[in-house]
């Protein structure tokens, strides 16, 4: 399921799953929505001891990319076949990086915070170990220089090194989604995401977002197979793919596994992100779609509906009528009377007009 970005692949590492399991969740939705992240387009899930223990049963051990905080871990790996480990940089004495992939014949990821290291930090990392034995180096944290410093960071690795880069951002000051874009975009080969960003304290690049946007702005021409080349992957021996229409439908399954609520309005699912009120906006919507809204909703498997209230014009009442199915056979009059007992009823009730309402003033109306 690895996107193809201008003609190289680029590999999602998502932590999804480990965030849901630090905190109680609902067991019974997780497997259907593990199938749906493999199907939008993750191809890893990085995973911890605890994750390991709660998703075994789901999914198969080569999707997984553990994180290493213990000795003992290592034959947890061994002894599922787990192939890929992530290590942290200050863990480096503690787990003999080179023993382990040479002992153990993982492939090994170090993890290098970009916020604690000086410029010379790489040529101090590599005097301890050898970088080319290394699967991939990944950046995480938030770059003093933002995504220049990751690719300065990046450039340098893969000029010098033999080892692949992965790129885990910050969102810290709101800009991990962008970051992730343009790595993916760029010479990074792994991007580390999870939905809705939801990840440690500030988050990071949100999967669902950075998904979308290279639908929507690099479009087919820079993005080859429909911008997100889907390979068919096994899960709990069954065969899965698909695309982020998907994500209406996981948005609501996040919210049952996690006993959590999206925000109406986040980014690219959020339930109100196509609710539409104001007349202006309301003619605007129905001349062009596209003077509003950056994508089609119908591509997130959402669709745009039209609220009335306190904001409504004229045309979100002829609007309305037709998306209800109901005969216009109302005079001009008639239509400002129904539009002032909506923006009334809408004041008095502080929330917007609901269809069985709009039917009854409607009816009222005419009686």
Do not use: W
């Not at 067991?27 to 199938?35: A, I, Q, R, V």
């Not at 871990?73 to 200050?90: A, F």
């Not at 810290?172 to 960003?197: H, K």
Request: charged share 30%; hydrophobic share 40%.
């Amino acid at each position: 399921m690895s996107i193809v970005v201008n003609g190289k692949e680029k590999i999602i590492i998502d932590r999804t799953l480990i965030n849901i399991t630090q905190k109680s969740f609902d067991e019974d939705g997780l497997l259907k929505f593990t199938m749906n992240l493999k199907r939008i387009g993750v191809d890893f899930f990085e995973i911890d001891e605890r994750t390991f223990n709660s998703v075994r049963p789901l999914i198969s051990s080569e999707a997984f990319i553990f994180r290493i905080d213990k000795m003992y871990q290592l034959e947890i790996c061994r002894e599922n076949d787990i192939e890929y480990i992530i290590i942290r940089e200050e863990d480096l004495d503690l787990i003999k990086i080179c023993g382990v992939e040479k002992d153990y014949n993982f492939k090994v990821i170090l993890e290098i915070d970009v916020n604690t290291n000086k410029n010379d930090f790489m040529q101090k990392i590599s005097e301890d170990i050898d970088l080319n034995r290394l699967f991939s180096i990944r950046f995480s944290g938030v770059s003093n220089c933002f995504f220049n410093n990751y690719i300065f960071l990046s450039d340098y690795i893969n000029g010098k090194y033999n080892v692949k880069t992965n790129i885990y951002a910050s969102d810290e000051f709101y800009m991990a989604t962008a970051v992730g874009f343009q790595a993916a975009i760029q010479g990074i080969d792994y991007i580390t995401t999870a939905f809705c960003g939801r990840d440690g304290v500030f988050g990071t690049t949100a999967l669902e977002e950075l998904l979308v946007s290279l639908k929507v702005i690099m479009g087919e021409k820079n993005i080859s197979k429909e911008e997100v080349i889907y390979k068919e992957k096994v899960i709990s021996g069954e065969k899965v793919g698909g695309g982020i229409s998907l994500l209406s439908e996981m948005r609501k399954q996040y919210e049952k596994i996690t006993y959590t609520k999206v925000a109406i309005n986040k980014p690219i699912i959020g339930k109100d992100i196509f609710k539409y009120e104001s007349g202006v906006h309301v003619a605007g919507i129905e001349k062009n779609p596209i003077t509003y809204e950056p994508f089609m909703p119908e591509i997130v498997g959402m669709k745009r509906k039209l609220a009335l209230g306190k904001h409504s014009g004229k045309n979100s009442i002829t609007s309305k009528l037709k998306e209800l199915s109901i005969d216009n056979k109302f005079s001009a009059f008639e239509i400002l009377n129904i539009l002032g007992r909506v923006k009334n009823k809408s004041i008095t009730n502080k929330a917007e007009v609901t269809d069985k309402d709009f039917i009854d003033i409607c009816r009222g109306i005419k009686e």
